[in-house]
């Protein structure tokens, strides 16, 4: 299997099969791929909504998680369940452009992660209230995990696998949206290489966000200052 796209899905049932057709005639020409949708237990039918629209396709699997849940483990379930040797990670919000799996694809044959990022030149989002808010705290992540990366809470992104491997796996996915900065922090220990593109977040159309843009700023705060100065052997 060359690759898996991990869609972790909460109350997405008016996006995620949208969402799952558009990746699926983006990548008409790529035969040795799956989409792996893990919901976790939606209470609009998320999973069921999948089931009936996607059960005989077999580059389509789905994954019903009941216990542990939240984002971060979410992810870390499909990318165990992953067969590919490289693994794209997407919201299913519709704010991730499909169209750019193509050009990620591409250059994940010579990076090992390629990032998605609202903050490269030519990057943005919908809503430009939450761009600048999330624009300037990105920047105080970079000042406290001293790092060059300018989107440290993208969350769409592509990974070898055999990166994923080298990486401590439990002391990443955990939490929430946090995941990603300690994936990309542990990714630069490690001096993989990683490349950011630009790419723009469209608005949510259905349904409403599951996070608390400011509490979850509050939090990422303290996470990041964690793992700045923790010690990791």
């Given amino acids: 299997m060359d690759l898996s796209i991990i869609l972790p899905t909460y109350n997405e049932k008016n996006n995620i099969n949208v969402l799952i057709k ?17 919901d976790d237990n939606s209470p609009d039918g998320t999973y069921l909504h999948c089931k009936t629209e996607f059960e005989k396709n077999n580059q389509i699997r789905l994954i019903l998680r009941k216990n542990n849940r939240g984002l971060a483990h979410s992810i870390a379930d499909g990318i165990k369940a992953s067969k590919g040797k490289n693994v794209i990670v997407m919201d299913t919000d519709l704010s991730h452009d499909p169209k750019l799996i193509p050009q990620i694809i591409n250059l994940n044959k010579d990076y090992d992660i390629v990032s998605c990022s609202r903050y490269c030149e030519g990057g943005s989002m919908g809503n ?9 705290y990105n920047l105080l992540l970079k000042f406290i995990l001293r790092t060059q990366i300018k989107d440290n809470t993208g969350g769409y992104f592509c990974i070898k696998k055999n990166t994923l491997d080298l990486l401590p796996f439990e002391k990443i996915f ?8 300690r994936l990309l922090y542990f990714s630069q220990i490690m001096k993989q290489s990683i490349i950011e593109i630009p790419t723009i977040y469209n608005q949510r159309t259905h349904g409403k966000s599951k996070s608390n843009f ?4 509050f939090k990422y705060f303290f996470s990041a200052v964690r793992l700045r100065f923790t010690r990791y052997k």
């Avoid at 558009?22 to 893990?38: A, Q, R, T």
């Avoid at 955990?174 to 900065?181: A, I, L, N, Q, S």
């Avoid at 400011?214 to 700023?217: E, K, N, P, R």
């Fill in 174 to 181: 955990y939490g929430y949206g946090e995941y990603f900065f």
């Fill in 128 to 136: 430009k209230l939450h761009y600048y808010c999330s624009f300037s």
């Fill in 22 to 38: 558009n990746i699926l005639e983006i990548l008409k020409d790529v035969d040795n791929k799956e989409v792996i949708v893990v």
């Fill in 214 to 217: 400011f509490f979850l700023l």
